[in-house]
């Protein structure tokens, strides 16, 4: 049987990207499958805030609300992820860290190591996606050598911070973002570039891979339900503008993001997978982590003054302390305006579940100015906490609609420990500065969901292999943040990106091997021949 694609990828975000690259410029021919738009606007006003699907679309924003329940507590929100050719990193901050070597030791609960990989293993894709991405930044003092370019010199305001971790024995460094810098560059973080200074997955890998002729793109197009037989996957049952589409291909790669990625799973049931494909092990949809993220403004000293600050700092020097994994702590870019402020006041309610609040929502701008004039002069850092996984953290199809992602998390005592640990070195770090924490509670960071369909060798234990294919069927594999056995202290993306990579780069060789099998003399005495 002659298939027309070699392999079908249910996502363009950063993980099948770099997969479809990967792949498409080693000869084989890949179909990107896309919920989102290939085209964005860039005449009108992106409101992160708006209600407006198609709008949303248009600027690359997830289209519709989540819900779920935080400590029983029922959420419902936009999440901070993209939606098109792109995914997340159309929106993301293009901070692009890799996970320390001591992540890839950590031992689970079965003495076992939880990656069943080392960095040595992803090192080699960690170069090639950082060179992939443009990834300019300065050597991490506490990491193993990065091979980055150095970006721009800082503002004044970022240099002054810069000076000051360091004067009180922090090991700042640049942050590693994939940006080019040039002209007129405002990083648009948060909000697609236009540019083509910020390097998103679109502009590094799926322009690159359709420019190779083995590529193509179906945006607008939704994934409804993965069909299988007891072995392997058979097709994909899609809807595009109302038509309904089957798309057959050799193999299958969904990276549709930790989210949805699991949700499709569990809803592509049949005979054979009562519930829900690739699902033998239960855990599916389980071990579902965030991290944990503050906010807090920072005061210079002195004369100094917040000016244009950059997402430029970064320091790990707490990422692992006295025997806690805590994580790293990274500025924002951001100053404490009215409208940050604002923002992030309305998206606390929503995340929070507070829906004793939501009818003020409206009224906010005045405490959101009163707030931008305490804090006035002040720029705002963040920190990112390591999330641990527990198996009653999960995905699962929505009550009331199937289609759509509900999640249920519970935060443990440990969270809540490690996330008062971890505040109280924030000082340490920036004493002799007058701070303001934007926010008391546990914050999850629902951009950097994973975990949800863990890799490993033991098939009772994980629903994918070492290479991300699923245990339980020859030909589907998965490759977006949902791969994750723990989710480190650091953004995912070139985590994400680099073993896309890899897996992409074992794949071509089997297909390869396939095709130059095919294509050997045929032995008269072969009963295939």
């Known amino acids: ?308 600050p950059g997402k430029s700092i970064g320091f790990r020097d707490f990422y692992e302390h006295q025997g806690l994994k805590l994580g790293a702590i990274q500025s924002t870019g951001l100053t404490a305006t009215a409208n940050n402020v604002l923002h992030f006041l309305k998206s606390l309610i929503d995340r929070n579940g507070w829906v004793w609040l939501k009818p003020l929502k409206p009224f906010m701008r005045i405490p959101a100015m009163i707030g931008a004039l305490i804090s006035g002069n002040a720029t705002i850092f963040t920190s990112i906490l390591e999330d641990l996984p527990y198996p009653e953290n999960r995905v699962k199809p929505d009550p009331e609609d199937a289609a759509s992602i509900y999640f249920e998390y519970t935060i443990h005592n440990e969270l809540r420990q490690r996330m008062q640990a971890f505040r109280k070195l924030y000082r340490k770090a920036f004493k002799r500065h007058r701070m303001m924490m934007l926010g008391s509670e546990v914050n999850l960071n629902y951009g950097h969901a994973c975990g949800t369909c863990r890799f490993g060798p033991d098939p009772s234990t994980a629903v994918l292999d070492v290479n991300n294919r699923a245990h339980d069927l020859n030909n589907l594999y998965v490759v977006d943040a949902s791969f994750f056995p723990t989710s480190g202290g650091a953004n995912p993306s070139l985590t994400i990106a680099a073993n896309a990579l890899r897996v992409g780069e074992h794949i071509a060789r089997k297909l390869s091997a396939t095709k130059a099998k095919r294509t050997e003399p045929c032995v008269v005495s072969d009963p295939a021949c």
């Open 1 to 308: 049987m002659e298939f027309e694609w070699d392999v079908a990828i249910v996502g363009a975000g950063m993980g099948g990207a770099a997969m479809g690259y990967a792949l498409a410029t080693a000869g084989h021919r890949v179909l990107f499958i896309e919920k989102g738009l290939a085209h964005f606007s860039q005449d009108e006003d992106d409101d992160p805030d708006s209600l407006d699907e198609a709008k949303r679309l248009r600027n690359g924003r997830w289209p519709q609300q989540i819900s779920g329940s935080v400590d029983a507590r029922p959420v419902r929100f936009f999440p901070a992820l993209g939606c098109g050719v792109g995914g997340s990193t159309l929106i993301y901050a293009a901070a692009l860290e890799r996970f320390s070597p001591s992540d890839f030791k950590i031992v689970d609960k079965s003495g076992r190591q939880a990656w069943p990989i080392d960095y040595e293993n992803l090192e080699p894709f960690y170069r090639k996606a950082e060179r992939l991405l443009h990834v300019r930044g300065s050597q991490d003092p506490l990491q193993p050598r990065s091979e980055v370019i150095e970006p721009p010199a800082m503002t004044r305001c970022d240099q002054h911070f810069f000076d000051s971790a360091q004067a009180n024995g922090m090991h700042p460094y640049r942050v590693h973002t994939a940006c080019r810098y040039i002209d007129g560059c405002g990083q648009c973080g948060g909000f697609i570039c236009h540019k083509s200074c910020k390097q998103d997955a679109r502009r590094a890998f799926i322009e690159p891979a359709l420019a190779t002729g083995n590529a193509m793109v179906i945006d607008q197009c939704n994934v409804e339900k993965v069909s299988a037989d007891d072995e392997a996957v058979t097709q994909l049952s899609c809807r595009r503008n109302g038509d309904e589409l089957a798309i057959v291909a050799k193999l299958y790669v969904l990276a549709a993001g930790a989210l949805s990625t699991p949700l499709l799973l569990l809803n592509s049931t049949n005979e054979f997978w009562p519930n829900g494909l690739a699902n033998t092990s239960d855990l599916v949809g389980r071990n579902l982590m965030f991290h944990a993220s503050d906010f807090f403004a920072v005061w210079p000293r002195g004369r100094t003054r917040v000016s244009e």
